[in-house]
T-cell receptor, first 113, second 114 residues
Framework: DAGVTQSPTHLIKTRGQQVTLRCSPKSGHDTVSWYQQALGQGPQFIFQYYEEEERQRGNFPDRFSGHQFPNYSSELNVNALLLGDSALYLC????????????FGPGTRLTVT | GENVEQHPSTLSVQEGDSAVIKCTYSDSASNYFPWYKQELGKRPQLIIDIRSNVGEKKDQRIAVTLNKTAKHFSLHITETQPEDSAVYFCAADAGGTSYGKLTFGQGTILTVHP
């Protein structure tokens, strides 16, 4: 039973560039949530996808966008990167009709220089 | 929106002692409260959770208690071991239209000394 996977593991980008991060949910899960975790902080909710639609969103600008595919995998896109976007980006999967448990992937460490 | 406060920010105990981490939340509609353990460089791992219709839940050496009236919940670890050393995060899910949106506390760095 495969857990949540994310790619790439690490990424270094320059200010102003664009980045795409990928997530495959745990087998059987249909909902994907994205979180940003700055160093020394708790994860912050970016948005959640279910049935290929963004269901809800946290306090992040429109530079952050996403997509969910028919196989439930998901992408997070960030445009016009800022230094402050440097963080660990975590994907969590869950079952929409489940008990609410979210299981996290290993994350993508993004560094913006 | 929901706000979760977590204390203490650091906690140091001797092996075999108990550890308690406390969290308060602001949204009375919150109904699901998970706890995550994050070791250095690793993913947050769900270790226990509790729902608003339950006051206490135990799983071997860990337990969580919830006081809905006071809007606070706590993680209790008994007989601590060095491998319990990690950062622990509490979180709250407000449910309803915010179902699935976890709001996290700031984390507690737990160090268990052998």
């Amino acid at each position: 039973d495969a857990g949540v996977t994310q790619s790439p593991t690490h990424l270094i980008k320059t200010r102003g560039q664009q980045v795409t991060l990928r997530c495959s949910p745990k087998s059987g899960h249909d909902t994907v949530s994205w979180y940003q975790q700055a160093l020394g902080q708790g994860p912050q909710f970016i948005f959640q996808y279910y049935e290929e639609e963004e269901r809800q969103r946290g306090n992040f600008p429109d530079r952050f966008s996403g997509h969910q595919f028919p196989n439930y995998s998901s992408e997070l896109n960030v445009n016009a990167l800022l230094l402050g976007d440097s963080a660990l980006y975590l994907c969590a999967s869950s079952l929409e009709r489940g008990a609410g448990e979210q299981y996290f992937g290993p994350g993508t460490r993004l560094t913006v220089t | 929106g929901e706000n979760v406060e977590q204390h203490p920010s650091t906690l140091s105990v001797q092996e075999g002692d108990s550890a308690v981490i406390k969290c308060t939340y602001s949204d009375s509609a919150s109904n699901y409260f998970p706890w995550y353990k994050q070791e250095l460089g690793k993913r947050p791992q769900l270790i226990i959770d509790i729902r608003s219709n339950v006051g206490e839940k135990k799983d071997q050496r860990i337990a969580v208690t919830l006081n809905k009236t006071a809007k606070h919940f706590s993680l209790h670890i008994t007989e601590t071991q060095p491998e319990d050393s990690a950062v622990y995060f509490c979180a709250a899910d407000a449910g309803g239209t915010s179902y699935g949106k976890l709001t996290f506390g700031q984390g507690t760095i737990l160090t268990v000394h052998p």
